[in-house]
């Protein structure tokens, strides 16, 4: 077997040395078993989380390569977000907080479907290609969902890790989007905040609050929701946020965990697909009601009329919003000049896009359907907001739009 960063032929520029044994003993503690192919997607690898062991262990060192490659902290993702609870899977996060690389995608499958005996080889094969030096230090952080499968497999990521002598932070239980925010502010020493958990309650608490000053005097805004945690992460960590609310927002809380299965009956999928209310939401009509998924990065509202009817307030309706609130105050602002856009696909409802385009006078740009088409052309405005119908989306500002942002208020000081 070929030394990691040894050349074919003998010749090695760069062995893999004081690592080789912690190398050797982790590779023959998670092989692979054979006839097991698995690709990585748009959402990582998912599968059931019995046949992930090998797989999560190699994303470990690919995490490691990423991280010398990018000179930067690599994030790893632990969850299989809307599936089942017996599914697992794994995502890696790039420097600035986004998905991994689209080009990395291919060098993740090969990893993990490459025999044992291949495996060396098929890493010298990524360290050459992209020229990686691999005495270059690494700094991998990671986290996990709630499922009884993550925190074995969480222990194979750090195996993986180690064999290639790289340096982790395992943050335990968080919901997806707060990996990526922790990425984020480790990659910005802190310029995009704190990089705690903390700090992120701190954030998004600091801003919901400013956000609710200006609802001062609005007679039909009530400060109340009820949330269908899914059974998962979200339940957990909504909880904690409350904390950081000063009381502006009342959550009730169900499927919170403590009993009933992950995205069983529940969840932003169920409800989105299945078109009705999740187990253990309350009937009353008029409830703003809103559900998240398993990893709690998707994020849908409902709720029921007089006669019992449901409605879904999904991403399309979210989008809607977002993009109306965000093109009002760019308006109200006149110093600024920044492009807003909404990025759908062609299954996003026909009527929000009208909305947007006459109504909120925001321009709509149409591309093929998966995240990383939605993502890759938002950032191509100063403001580009996207959102699945299933509730899974964003709003991305560019760093000069922030910073003309930043200057605006400053001015009006």
């Known amino acids: 077997m070929m030394q990691l960063g040894q050349q074919e032929g003998g010749s090695s520029s760069v062995p893999l040395p004081q690592h080789r044994q912690a190398f050797l ?40 390569l990423r991280s010398k490659a990018k000179m930067a902290t690599i994030g790893v993702m632990i969850t299989a977000s809307h599936n089942p609870e017996d599914d697992n899977g794994v995502k890696l996060v790039d420097p600035n907080g986004e998905m991994l690389e689209n080009t990395w995608e291919v060098h993740a499958t090969t990893l993990a479907n490459s025999s044992d005996d291949q495996l060396v080889e098929a890493l010298n094969a990524v360290i050459r290609l992209l020229g990686i030096d691999v005495l270059q ?5 990671y986290a996990r969902d709630t499922r009884p499968s993550s925190h074995p497999l969480s222990e194979a990521l750090k195996a993986g890790i180690e064999a290639l002598g790289g340096s982790y932070v395992d943050y335990g239980i968080l919901t997806t989007p707060q990996l990526h925010y ?62 950081h609310l000063q009381g502006l927002l009342s959550v009730n809380i169900f499927n919170d965990g403590s009993s009933g299965k992950l995205n069983h009956l529940c969840g932003a999928d169920f409800v989105k697909v299945q078109q009705c209310i999740p187990l253990g939401a309350p009937k009353d009509s008029g409830l703003r009601c809103a559900s998240f998924d398993g990893d709690g990065d ?21 989008a ?14 006149e110093v600024l000049s920044l492009k807003i856009g ?62 003309k942002i930043k200057q605006a208020a400053k001015n009006e000081k």
């Open 320 to 333: 809607t919003l977002m993009a109306n609130y965000i093109g009002d105050l760019v308006r109200q602002a």
């Open 182 to 243: 922790l990425v984020r502010c480790t990659n910005s020493a802190g310029a995009y905040g704190k990089a705690t958990e903390a700090g992120y309650y701190e954030k998004l608490a600091t801003a919901f609050v400013h956000l609710n000053s200006s609802v001062d005097g609005c007679t039909a805004y009530r400060p109340q929701l009820w949330l269908d945690g899914a059974n998962g992460v979200g339940a957990l960590k909504m909880k904690e946020m409350l904390q």
């Open 342 to 403: 909404v990025v759908q696909t062609a299954y996003a409802n026909g009527a929000s896009t009208d909305y947007i385009n006459n109504a909120a006078k925001v321009p709509v740009a149409c591309v093929p359907t998966g995240v990383k088409h939605l993502h890759h052309r938002a950032q191509e405005f100063d403001i580009g907001v996207y959102f699945e119908a299933n509730g899974h989306g964003t709003a991305i500002f560019t760093p000069a739009a922030l910073e």
């Open 137 to 141: 230090p690494a700094n991998v952080i």
């Open 25 to 64: 003993l982790a590779t023959q503690t998670h092989r692979k078993p054979p006839d097991k192919f698995i690709e990585y997607g748009t959402a990582g690898f998912r599968t059931r989380g019995s046949d992930l062991d090998h797989v999560i262990f190699r994303m470990g060192m690919l995490a490691v």
């Open 298 to 318: 998707r994020l849908v509202y409902f709720y029921s009329d007089q006669n019992g009817c449901f409605h879904l307030l999904d991403g399309d309706k979210i």
